[in-house]
T-cell receptor, first 120, second 110 residues
Framework: DTGVSQDPRHKITKRGQNVTFRCDPI?????LYWYRQTLGQGPEFLTY????????KSRLLSDRFSAERPKGSFSTLEIQRTEQGDSAMYLCASSLGILAGDPSSYNEQFFGPGTRLTVL | KNEVEQSPQNLTAQEGEFITINCSYSVGISALHWLQQHPGGGIVSLFM???GKKKHGRLIATINIQEKHSSLHITASHPRDSAVYIC????????????FGKGTKLSVKP
């Protein structure tokens, strides 16, 4: 299966600990997105990369959150000093990105299975 | 206030019924997506559309740009259609990230 993969699928941690999640996008996709989804809500945008460049960050992404995509392939999302409010499903998605010269051509996003974080 | 509103929030149907889920949004968009999320979290893209209508099997998605409204229809519903259906949009000024509705939880009873 060459879809988007995320690791781990579940993470339980104690408040104050650091956690790191990994996302492997579809190999030819140059755009990678991170979203967060809390129970009963739709996902919310956190940040996205075009290749290795982090182009946009939501104000939801506090200083305790950092994301990287060092070689333009896989990405990591780290949460430092976790809080109970960080408990959520963290979703990664990838896409081919906007076609050159056609900013209206947003491509379909393919989602990974998510990482469910529980902070005790 | 969510910029993408879905209705209904919850929907229970009998197998075989025709189902409609609605989505409205507040400003101009470049594309609208319908997504399906099963228990456990995995999200699957059903449709991406910017005008008109698309059909795939028993699923039909329509969009009215002037009215800023889209509908997802399921014909001859089946218990395996039970899932959360999420509407999401790319706004014209965004960089491709999606703005999501809260989802519609559909339960189809046999």
């Amino acid at each position: 299966d060459t879809g988007v993969s995320q690791d781990p699928r579940h993470k339980i941690t104690k408040r104050g600990q650091n956690v790191t999640f990994r996302c492997d996008p579809i190999s030819e996709h140059n755009r990678l997105y991170w979203y967060r989804q809390t129970l009963g809500q739709g996902p919310e945008f956190l940040t996205y990369f075009q290749n290795e460049a982090q182009l946009e960050k939501s104000r939801l992404l506090s200083d305790r959150f950092s994301a990287e995509r060092p070689k333009g392939s896989f990405s990591t999302l780290e949460i430092q000093r976790t809080e109970q409010g960080d408990s959520a499903m963290y979703l990664c998605a990838s896409s081919l990105g906007i076609l050159a010269g056609d900013p209206s051509s947003y491509n379909e996003q393919f989602f990974g299975p998510g990482t469910r974080l529980t902070v005790l | 206030k969510n910029e993408v509103e879905q209705s209904p929030q919850n929907l229970t149907a009998q197998e075989g019924e025709f189902i409609t889920i609605n989505c409205s949004y507040s400003v101009g968009i470049s594309a609208l997506h319908w997504l399906q999320q099963h228990p456990g979290g995995g999200i699957v893209s059903l449709f991406m559309l910017s005008s008109g209508k698309k059909k795939h099997g028993r699923l039909i998605a329509t969009i009215n740009i002037q009215e800023k409204h889209s509908s997802l229809h399921i014909t001859a519903s089946h218990p395996r259609d039970s899932a959360v259906y999420i509407c999401a949009v790319n706004y014209g000024g965004s960089q491709g990230n999606l703005i999501f509705g809260k989802g519609t939880k559909l339960s189809v009873k046999p």
